[in-house]
């Protein structure tokens, strides 16, 4: 089982730091850009990282929680030209990205694929009471709140986080990780 994330930012980063707390010990991680001050709110890097390429900065933060964690890490812009490439040894890929035109393009590229996708939808704002879960298909699920816009609302770390949470656990029930009896209770 290998499991991509594409973007590693708010959402990509804490999943990721989900996935190895529970034991994920392989992954591939793939973003472009570089930690800034204005992410340390709600993304999973240091002040001390702030400058440096997030990809490799997860690198250190993720091995701090488990030093045999296996990353494959791309520092790279995923577009259409290589997305495909990026991920084809992947059996579960994360979507974090920022712009909805590149949730959509991860989306159309993976969608008969057969690969399990968890994506993100309406991350904004700090209200959570609306956030779900969407499963259009099997292999799809689509967390959020469906609604909420940056443009909007401004990014807090306990909806991202919340969102990030829902994912990472959506991996680990494709993965048979943490499979949960019935809650019901015999009399």
Not at 8 to 19: E, K, T
Not at 27 to 48: A, E, P, W
Not at 124 to 136: D, F, K, M, S, T
Request: net charge neutral; proline share 3%; charged share 25%.
């Amino acid at each position: 089982m290998r499991i991509g994330i594409a973007g590693v930012g708010g959402i990509g980063s804490n999943v990721a730091m989900h996935l190895v707390r529970a034991g994920i010990k392989a992954m591939k991680i793939v973003d472009y850009d570089r930690v800034d001050t204005s992410n340390l709110n709600r993304q999973f890097y240091f002040s001390h990282q702030v400058g440096k390429p997030k990809v490799w900065m997860l690198i250190e933060n993720l091995k701090a929680i488990c030093p045999e964690v296996t990353i494959e890490a791309r520092e790279t812009f995923i577009d259409e030209t290589n997305i495909e490439g990026l991920f084809s040894d992947c059996d579960c890929i994360v979507e974090g990205f920022d712009k909805a035109e590149s949730k959509a393009l991860l989306l159309r590229t993976f969608w008969n694929s057969g690969k399990y996708i968890v994506s993100a939808n309406g991350v904004a704002g700090n209200r959570v009471e609306g956030l779900r879960i969407y499963r259009p298909k099997p292999t799809i699920a689509l967390v959020g709140d469906f609604v909420s816009d940056v443009a909007d609302h401004p990014l807090s770390s306990a909806k991202v986080g919340a969102i990030a949470a829902m994912m990472a656990a959506m991996v680990l029930e494709w993965a048979g990780i943490f499979e949960e009896k019935s809650a019901r209770r015999e009399p």
